[in-house]
């Protein structure tokens, strides 16, 4: 309905578009293959002229998020992809440039040195020492079951995942060997060492006369727009700004009524006892069995269509529903509870267990990761990973020194090197989001000592249950829920005053007038970027209203209604931001300062006359003041504070000479020094140079950015995304 909707709204552009390229087909059929051989429309962005694929740039989105699982947005993978496949054509380039190759061997030395490999038993021989020849057999089946093998299967994903993965090795050895090339030429010289030891060092004596800038208010000061455009234009790259968008919004979140509540409330409870129902589908009359007598759980939360999965773990006191915590821990099994509210919803509930368990638990693990496991990086397909983690097993079930050797040299994570020690862990964390439920069952459900292997979303896992403690009473409680939703009349009513302060607003009101009168709130978002996914105050994607917003046909001040998730929201579009120099107001409160400060020194520099600096202070009714042995390591001057300007003006002034009208950060000076002591001579400047070229070296980061500044970067994702 919504693609019809935009096709309607959109009908005579799509007329005017279809007849164009009708006619340019029968002037000239050429034409109209030209335009959808388009290398733009193939293309996601160009680096320097050269194209990036739109159909690599979403198969590598696509992979992303295969491998984060889809823990990332849509917005977080494109803008990783983007910023990887636009790194690889700059680092492309200049690798080409410099002549720099990567060869076979350096590939295949950094496979074998891989923890992956190296730790892994299945490239052990007898000896138990690492044997890159069983790399190489590894890789040769992993190629050889692919070969026939159906676009798709677990076999050709597994090649292919392992081709990807050699791919990103050579990248990532090219550039790191590029980046070294850059950094090896970055450093100093002793000389360079001396120079600066001896700058820094040297004191100066001076004297000054200051005149502060808060000597003039800034209500005397009347600064105009073409100024502060002025300032703008001279200092463009500091203000370059991506086009934008400003909103301002009211959001409608739809809530369940009182009376909504109290319905929801009412149907739950007739639940606790047996009753009788209309069954539509039948057209008869049916008893239900209540949760009070129900011998068959799993059963009755169907018939009754739970809004929530039964959940049959045991709980102790502080995970047990608030309301009714203390008469659940005084019941028995059998007994049923309710209807009470928690967390958005009605329920009823029945105690269908008692059990006495430890709240906390010690263990160790051995983990044998396989290609698609959580978090994994291994190319082992499943059934490889279970023969190696059943082979470990085997190993380490009667020894303890051993498990932790062995966990050592295989685990990965934050446990390598504590032998596999997970440590304590309560049984609400072990539980709860984050924590693998079948890791979980595994360490609540056995005794101390209980070794196995278990299959979790980590891969096949063996696990040992070290310790115990805190044994304790928890509850099996298994209830029927109903979720509080508002009813279609309330949906209808908040659907109502949306489309009414919309249609209000379309007629010229004020958003904060009309908000006000209503007691709405009115949001702004400020600064909305093409490709952005979240809106500020609003959850989740509202991708929807900000393409709205750089939509050729809205214009400012145009109102539009959208349907979210939890509602709806009513936007107003304030103000659209061009590509290109930031407008005045929006950076007006960083821009005031500066030129304030410009022509409050221009207004004391007129006032600061005199051939001595005796006769600058009488005429401005200050004094001459003394700023003794300071230095540019501490460039401060007593009574005024940090001015760096001003002391290596000092540092570099003639001894004697007066110098006037110099600007610093807090006013204007004139100087005239008395004396320069020349920074005592040291038997060598090495630990200068080390601390300059090491200064040097730290700004090796940025070799990808000043890289990137030199290219000419098309970005055509707002067309596709």
């Known amino acids: 309905m919504a693609i019809l909707s935009k096709i309607r709204e959109r009908s005579v552009f799509l007329i005017l578009i279809i007849g164009l390229a009708l006619l340019a087909f029968v002037l000239d059929p050429s034409s109209i293959q030209s335009f959808f051989q388009s290398s733009k429309l193939n293309s996601i962005g160009e680096v320097n002229g050269e194209s990036i694929s739109r159909e690599d740039f979403a198969n590598e989105m696509e992979n992303y998020k295969a491998r984060t699982q889809g823990r990332a947005t849509n917005q977080d993978a494109m803008n990783y992809v983007w910023d990887k496949m636009v790194g690889d054509q700059i680092y492309k380039d200049q690798l080409e440039k410099s002549g720099v190759v990567v060869g076979e061997e350096d590939v295949w030395n950094t496979i074998i040195s891989m923890p992956y490999f190296q730790n892994d038993p299945t490239f052990k021989n007898a000896a138990g020492l690492f044997d890159e020849e069983k790399v190489k057999e590894y890789i040769a089946s992993l190629k050889d079951n692919a070969e026939g093998a159906a676009k798709g299967s677990q076999e050709m994903n597994t090649w292919q995942n392992w081709l990807r993965n050699e791919a990103s090795i050579r990248q990532n050895i090219e550039k790191t060997a590029f980046n070294n090339l850059v950094s090896a030429g970055l450093g100093a010289s002793l000389k360079e060492g001396e120079r600066d030891y001896s700058f820094n060092n040297a004191k100066v004596t001076s004297k000054y006369v200051y005149i502060p800038y808060t000597s003039i208010a800034d209500s005397l000061i009347t600064l105009t727009n073409s100024e502060y455009q002025t300032y703008i234009n001279e200092n463009a790259k500091e203000f370059e700004v991506d086009e934008s968008r400003d909103i301002s919004y009211v959001k409608f979140d739809i809530v369940a009524s009182e009376e909504d509540k109290q319905a929801i409330k009412n149907d739950i409870a007739k ?248 007691s709405y709130r009115v949001l702004p978002a400020v600064g909305l970027k093409v490709l952005d996914e979240k809106v500020p105050g609003l959850l989740n994607n509202q991708r929807q209203i900000v393409n709205w917003t750089f939509e050729n046909e809205t214009e400012v001040k145009d109102v539009k209604r959208f349907e979210i998730e939890s509602g709806y929201v009513v936007a107003v579009l304030n103000a659209k931001t061009p590509k290109g120099l930031a407008p005045v107001a929006s950076v007006i409160n960083k821009v005031r300062p500066i030129l304030l400060k410009r022509k409050k020194a221009k207004l004391i520099a007129d006032k600061m006359n005199g051939s001595s600096i005796d006769e600058i202070a009488q005429n401005n009714a200050t004094s001459v003041k003394t700023a003794s042995s300071i230095t540019l390591l501490s460039p401060t001057i007593s009574g005024v504070g940090s001015e760096p300007a001003i002391v290596g003006a000092m540092m570099g002034a003639p001894e004697g000479k007066l110098i006037n009208n110099l600007e610093g950060n807090k006013g204007v000076f004139a100087i005239q020094v008395d004396k320069v002591e020349a920074a005592p001579e040291m038997p060598n400047y090495e630990s200068n140079r080390n601390r300059i070229a090491s200064k040097v070296k730290g700004r090796s980061g940025q070799i990808f950015n000043s890289l990137k500044s030199s290219y000419e970067i098309e970005d055509y994702r707002s067309s596709m995304y």
Do not use: C
């Not at 049959?312 to 309710?338: E, M």
């Not at 190696?388 to 685990?411: M, P, T, W």
């Not at 908040?494 to 607003?505: G, I, M, P, Q």
């Open 271 to 518: 639940y606790i006892e047996d009753h009788e129902e209309y069954n539509k589908v039948s057209k008869s009359t049916e008893k239900i069995v209540g949760l009070k007598n129900t011998q068959n759980i799993s059963e009755f939360l169907e018939i009754a269509k739970s809004d929530l999965a039964i959940d049959d773990t045991y709980k102790f006191k502080n995970r047990l529903p608030k309301a009714i915590s203390q008469d659940i821990l005084n019941g028995k099994k059998g007994d049923v509870y309710g209807p009470y509210e928690e967390n958005g919803y009605y329920k009823i509930s029945k105690i269908t267990g008692v059990a006495q368990l430890p709240d906390s638990v010690k263990a160790s693990y051995i983990t044998v990761a396989y290609q698609g496991a959580l978090r994994s990086t291994s190319v082992k397909t499943k059934e490889q990973a279970k023969k190696s983690a059943d082979s470990i097993f085997r190993l380490v079930k009667n020894s303890s020194k051993r498990f932790a050797e062995i966990a050592d040299q295989v685990n990965l994570d934050g446990s390598r090197g504590k032998g596999g020690e997970l440590g304590w862990v309560t049984k609400d964390a072990a539980y709860g989001q984050g924590f693998d439920r079948d890791f979980a069952e595994f360490l609540f459900e056995n005794k101390k000592g209980s070794i196995d292997v278990v299959e979790t979303q980590f891969g096949y896992q063996i696990i040992k249950v070290e310790d115990q403690k805190n044994v304790q009473t928890a509850i099996q409680l298994t209830s029927l829920a109903r979720e509080i939703t508002p009813s279609i009349d309330t949906e209808n009513k908040f659907y109502l005053d949306a489309e009414t302060f919309a249609s209000e607003l379309s007629k010229g009101q004020d958003i904060s007038t009309l908000a006000k009168e209503k």
